[in-house]
Each structure stands twice: as structure tokens, then as C-alpha cells.
């Protein structure tokens, strides 16, 4: 081995981990404060909440489930499940052999989750309680990132995009549904609270190896998006 290549390869092991560390610290939380009304979240106020009629995406849940297309056998991860709303209805679309990975921040919301889950004797729901960088899964592990009213949550989402595009088997699929940011048609609250629109999030997820396949008209004041990894053409 030539020199300089021996020499090149001594640099890399020993400032490699430091690089990839501050590749990692580099990303400043985009939204500080976006969560805070779920560092201990009361379970019974959000199920209020996310499970009620007039929530568009409550309303539209089995038409959600079903542009989703979940099969038996799939592994999906539910990232940001709340109350576990999309959890529950593709653990039953998954069975039997398929799992659902419930994963959130607050710990709170996956015990509940998974006793839920236990209740209505779905088996197949593997709780995590993620940090708010990273999805806590290993590579190749799931068919389907489903995202409903999160991703403007993420506070990291580059690095946490990152951890879901490494998670992802090669013919995965990421399912954005996330409120129209469009002062038109949005309300006051949503124009305060969500940091991007639709055509940010897209770029966003291009930038981190994405390509969108489809942007299903299914609802009035939520968009719902699917991507693939990038060098997958549509309908292969
Ligand atoms: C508005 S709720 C949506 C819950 C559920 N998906 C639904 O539509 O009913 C957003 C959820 O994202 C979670 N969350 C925020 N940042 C997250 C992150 N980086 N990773 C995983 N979950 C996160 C919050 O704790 C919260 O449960």
C-alpha cells in the first residue's frame, strides 16, 4: 500500500468517530418548544384529542389506512404515534405475521399505547421510545415510515430523516400526512404552529433521499405525501 494511502487511512481512523459526531451535533433543534406539550403527556387528554370526530385525519382514517397500502407481513413503523390511532388499525392490516413499531418520544403514550394493544389482543405492536434525532431502528427493519401531524414536530429533522432513510428497506416507503400550510385555507393556529408548507416538506425530504411518488388528494386541510428512496422509479 502506498504511503500516502496508508496515511490517509490512520487520519480516517482516528478522526472518523469525531467527524461523524459533529456531523451529528452540527443540527440545531429547528422548532425549540414544538413538544412540550408531551414531555409528560396526559394520555386521556389526547386521546380526547387526536381520536375525535371532526379531526380530518380521525375522520379520514380508514381511507388513510387504505392509500397507505399496508399488506399482511409488513413491517410498518408509526413514527410519532400518540395515542396510537394509526397503530392499532395497521397492526390489525399487517396480521399475522406482520409487526408495527410504535414509536414516540414520550414514554407515556407508548405504555399506553401497548396496553391498548394488549387490550384489544393485538400482539403484533412493538413499542419505542425514541430520542427526538432518531427513530431507534436498525437498518433494513420496515416496509413503511407512516408520519401522520409529526413531522412538523421534529426538531432535528435532518438527522431524524436520516435514521428513518437508513431504516428503511430498499423498496421502503415514507408516508407524510401533515396539515396544508396555505393562509388561504389554514387557520390562525395552524399558520403559528406548523413551520412549513407543503412544497418545504418535499424539498426537505428530497435533500435527504427521497423521491416523491404520490400526492393524494384526500383530504381539505391536510396533504398526504409518499416518497420512496431515491433511485426507485414510480410504479416499479
Ligand atoms: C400531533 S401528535 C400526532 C399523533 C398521531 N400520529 C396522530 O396523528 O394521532 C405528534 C406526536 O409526535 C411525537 N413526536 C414529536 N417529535 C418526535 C420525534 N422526533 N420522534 C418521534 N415522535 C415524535 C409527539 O410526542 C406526539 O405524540
Redo the contacts with the bound molecule.
Sequence with gaps: MKMEHRLAQIMLLLCGPLLVFSAAAQEQSIRPG??RH?ED?DWQQ?VNT??RPGRE??DQRHAIVAASKVRPGMTVA??????G??TRLFASAVKPKGTVYA????ST?IDNILRTCREQGLSNVTGIV????D?GLPADSIDLAF????YH????PQQ?LASIHQALRSEGRVII?DFRRDPRISSKWVMGHVRSNKAQVIQELQAAGFRLVDDKPLMRTNYFLEFVKSGKEEGE
Design positions: 414544538i413538544n408531551f403527556p389526547w387526536f381520536e385525519v380521525y408509526d413514527i410519532g404515534a400518540g395515542t390511532l394509526f414509536i414516540d418520544i414520550a403514550f425514541n430520542t427526538p434525532v427513530i408520519m401522520a401531524d409529526t414536530h421534529f426538531e432535528y431524524t400526512i
